[in-house]
């Protein structure tokens, strides 16, 4: 199924719309994916977009890419990063009102390079996202801080975690033909 697009409802009120913007690329030109996650309730959903870290793991929310060569085994494009990430702040919690879509990729601004380190040759790629908001709090903050860094950054933030939705969704994979 060629750069079909996958709709799918995740947790009341949001489903998110995970496609590729076209089915071919050349080798090496920038592969570029959009994850409309579309509220669909009657309020406001909070939620925080991929940002530093969100793409290896380090930092929840875990919004990442995995690849595979047709009919191959699924791998991260990339090996895991070093560790530390940019430390969470209000401004990174959006709001997406009924009705309203955000692209949770951002725009791919921190994953693009990854994903790009795993469809450097020729052939046709299943693509697949994850995005889990289940990790506590602890995972969402950035750093590493000290720990009363940890302890202010947890105040300020934790009545905002609190109303981001909580599941782990895993797309069905989208085609794409690298030439």
Partial sequence: MLGAAIFVFVAPPLAID????KTT???GEPVVFRAEARNVGK???RFVLQGDSAQSGTKAPLIQFEVR???GEWALPCEVGCGNSNPAVPQDFVSIAPGASVDVLNGMRWSQGLLMLGLTSKGRYDVRLTI???SPIERWLGG???PEQEAKA????QSLYDEVPKFRWVSKAVRINVE
């Fill in 69 to 71: 060569p047709v009919g």
């Fill in 144 to 146: 590493p801080l000290v």
């Fill in 43 to 45: 309020k406001a959903v």
């Fill in 154 to 157: 947890k105040a300020a933030l």
């Fill in 25 to 27: 690329y050349k080798v």
């Fill in 132 to 134: 889990d908001t289940t």
């Fill in 18 to 21: 995970f496609r590729a913007v």
